[in-house]
């Protein structure tokens, strides 16, 4: 069964200190990785797609990388506007394209 | 704005009932998927539809049942609600390609009283 496991639940941050979120995966075969940011109440928002290891993905203060188990979101300089939860998610080879997603990170960013 | 909409935002209403939530996707996508968002469950695929056709389906209760129309727009019904099923439902679009993104509406939030 595909399973994403995102770490740590909750982040708290002073506006400036870059951290990074980690999305754990176990997947029969992966087609992509998706990160997405969700403000409450709202719809998830689309952020990257990564499809390989290797592959890397910047916006803003944003970048988003990938390894064979594990994608990282680097947040550089944050700002209290990232305050948000990011959401990761699994798509798998072959079959549906339903998306697998983790349970999110909280972030908090204090001015 | 992902150019996905869904109405209601909010439905309120009693358990037994049955309700209706409705979803158009972006211009041109031809897939929709639905999902469901609790607060200890996360987002749950429920459902795909891929022009009309049911394509794939999640952890979707038999209380539950969903449709595409010819137009494209989307309908997700569910019925008997339980004090369970107050959730955030998703609906979201992609264009027909394997890794597509899929772009998420705002959301419907239905409380079962």
């Known amino acids: 069964e595909d399973q994403v496991t995102q770490s740590p639940e909750a982040l708290r941050l002073q506006e400036g200190e870059s951290s990074s979120l980690n999305c754990s995966y176990t997947v029969s075969g992966l087609r992509g990785l998706f990160w997405y940011r969700q403000d409450p109440g709202k719809g998830p928002e689309f952020l990257f797609t990564?499809?390989?290891a290797g592959e890397e993905k910047e916006k803003e203060r944003l970048k988003a990388t990938l390894t064979k188990k594990e994608s990282f979101l680097h947040i550089t300089a944050p700002k209290p506007e990232d305050s948000a939860t990011y959401l990761c998610?699994?798509?798998?080879?072959?079959?549906?394209?339903?998306?697998?997603f983790g349970k999110g990170t909280k972030l908090t960013v204090n001015p | 704005d992902s150019g996905v909409t869904q109405t209601p935002k909010h439905l309120i209403t009693a358990t037994g009932q049955r309700v209706t939530l409705r979803c158009s996707p972006r211009?041109?996508?031809?897939?929709v998927y639905w999902y469901q968002q609790s607060l200890d469950q996360g987002l749950q695929f429920l459902i795909q539809y891929y022009n009309g056709e049911e394509r794939a389906k999640g952890n979707i209760l038999e209380r539950f049942s969903a449709q595409q129309f010819p137009d494209l727009h989307s309908e997700l019904n569910l019925s008997s609600l339980e004090l369970g099923d107050s959730a955030l439902y998703f609906c979201?679009?992609?264009?027909?390609?394997?890794?597509?993104?899929?772009?998420f509406g705002p959301g419907t939030r239905l409380l079962v009283l």
């Open positions: 998610a699994v798509q798998a080879r072959g079959g549906s394209e339903k998306l697998v």
């Open positions: 211009s041109g996508d031809l897939s």
């Open positions: 979201a679009s992609s264009v027909e390609l394997a890794g597509a993104t899929q772009y």
């Open positions: 990564l499809y390989s």
